[in-house]
C-alpha cells in the first residue's frame, strides 16, 4: 500500500462542532485530494492541493476548508458539522495530478449527531 | 463539464458467466479513463486505465470514443470479483481532478 494514513477512522460529533481530518503520506507525492462517498453520489471532489499552500475547491466544497502547510500533511476542515457532512471521507495521492494514478487512504467514517 | 455515468447501482452475476459494468461519460476534449475497485475492506485502488491498454485480474475495458464509453469486461466472472468498481475520468482541462461515476456494486453468485 502507498504511504498513505487517516486519522481519524472513525469520529462521531455534535452538529455545530468543527471537525479536522488529517491526511499524512509519505510518498512525497504533489497532488492531495478529499472525496466524500456517499450512497447514490460515488465519491465527489471537496478539495484538492497541487502543492504546499495551494488548494483549490471542488464540487462539494461547501461548509469545508483545507490546508496543506507542509507536503506531507492536508487537513480537512469541517467549520460547523452538520447532519449532511455525516459520511466516509477519503484522502488520495497522485504524483502528478489526474493523468496518474491515485492513491486512496484508508478512509474516515464520520458520524453528525 | 466533465460526467461520468454508470447506469447500474447494482449488478449481480453467476460464477463463470461474462460480466460487463458500464460507464458512459461526457467530455469535450480527450478523455484519460480509469477503472477503480474496492473489495470490501480495503481502499479504493486502481485497476485499470485505458491509456496502458492492459488486462488486470482477467478485466478489460475499450475506450469507443464514438459511443463515449467505457465499459469494463471481464469473460468469466469468480467470487472474488465481488466489490465496488468505479468510473473515473480526468482531461487536460478537468484542473487536475478526477471524476467519479456512482459505482456499481457487482456480486458474484457462486
Known amino acids: 500500500d502507498a504511504g498513505i494514513t487517516q486519522s481519524p477512522r472513525h469520529k462521531v460529533t455534535e452538529t455545530g462542532t468543527p471537525v479536522t481530518l488529517r491526511c499524512h503520506q509519505t510518498e512525497n507525492h504533489r497532488y492531495m485530494y478529499w472525496y466524500r462517498q456517499d450512497p447514490g453520489h460515488g465519491l465527489r471532489l471537496i478539495h484538492y492541493s497541487y502543492g504546499v499552500k495551494d488548494t483549490d475547491k471542488g464540487e462539494v466544497s461547501d461548509g469545508y476548508s483545507v490546508s496543506r502547510s507542509k507536503t506531507e500533511d492536508f487537513l480537512l476542515t469541517l467549520e460547523s458539522a452538520t447532519s449532511s457532512q455525516t459520511s466516509v471521507y477519503f484522502c488520495?495521492?497522485?504524483?502528478?495530478?489526474?493523468?496518474?494514478?491515485?492513491?486512496f487512504g484508508q478512509g474516515t467514517r464520520l458520524t453528525v449527531v | 463539464a466533465q460526467r461520468v455515468t454508470q447506469p447500474e447501482k447494482l449488478l449481480s452475476v453467476f460464477k463463470g458467466a461474462p460480466v460487463e459494468l458500464k460507464c458512459n461519460y461526457s467530455?469535450?476534449?480527450?478523455?484519460?479513463l480509469f477503472w477503480y475497485v474496492q473489495y470490501s475492506r480495503q481502499r479504493l485502488q486502481l485497476l485499470l486505465r485505458h491509456i496502458s491498454r492492459e488486462s488486470i485480474k482477467g478485466f478489460t475495458a475499450d475506450l469507443n470514443k464514438g459511443e463515449t464509453s467505457f465499459h469494463l469486461k471481464k469473460p468469466f466472472a469468480q467470487e472474488e470479483d465481488s466489490a465496488m468498481y468505479y468510473c473515473a475520468l480526468s482531461g487536460g482541462d478537468t484542473g487536475n481532478q478526477f471524476y467519479f461515476g456512482t459505482g456499481t456494486s457487482l456480486t458474484v453468485i457462486p
Open positions: 467530455y469535450s476534449g480527450s478523455p484519460e
Open positions: 488520495a495521492i497522485s504524483e502528478q495530478g489526474a493523468w496518474t494514478e491515485a492513491f
